[in-house]
């Protein structure tokens, strides 16, 4: 019972930021691949081009999040999905990533 004691009270309580798996500190190489490309194409394309998404959060920064959120193939399957929907003729408004079968969050 000691060294298990010893051993919560050495252990950090929150995990340090330096640890923490943040943008450019993703372990899926292809998820790197993509996250450079979205930030490439926000840095340099984006600007010159009219804003004309319809969503919130932007489809640049859905794609993002599902790659975070949801690894390579599934953020991709998402990112065409959402391209697929940000046109005239489709919704618009707060569409966070989320996959098919699960609920869709509120407006926070």
């Known amino acids: 019972m000691a060294r298990s004691k010893?051993?919560?009270?050495t252990l950090p309580k929150k995990v340090p930021s330096s640890l923490s798996n943040s943008d450019d500190e993703v372990d899926n190489l292809g998820v790197k691949?993509?996250?450079s490309m979205l930030k490439f194409y926000k840095r340099e394309i984006s600007?010159?081009?009219p804003k004309s998404?319809?969503?919130v959060p932007s489809c640049s920064e859905y794609s993002m999040e599902a790659y975070k959120k949801y690894g390579v193939v599934k953020g991709?399957?998402?990112t065409a999905w959402r391209?697929?929907?940000c046109n005239p003729l489709g919704g618009s408004g707060?569409?966070?990533p989320r996959w098919f079968d699960e609920e869709k969050p509120t407006e926070e």
């Open 47 to 49: 600007p010159v081009i």
């Open 76 to 78: 991709t399957v998402l």
């Open 33 to 35: 691949a993509a996250l």
């Open 53 to 55: 998404c319809r969503f």
């Open 83 to 85: 391209l697929c929907r």
């Open 94 to 96: 707060f569409d966070p």
């Open 6 to 9: 010893i051993l919560t009270e």
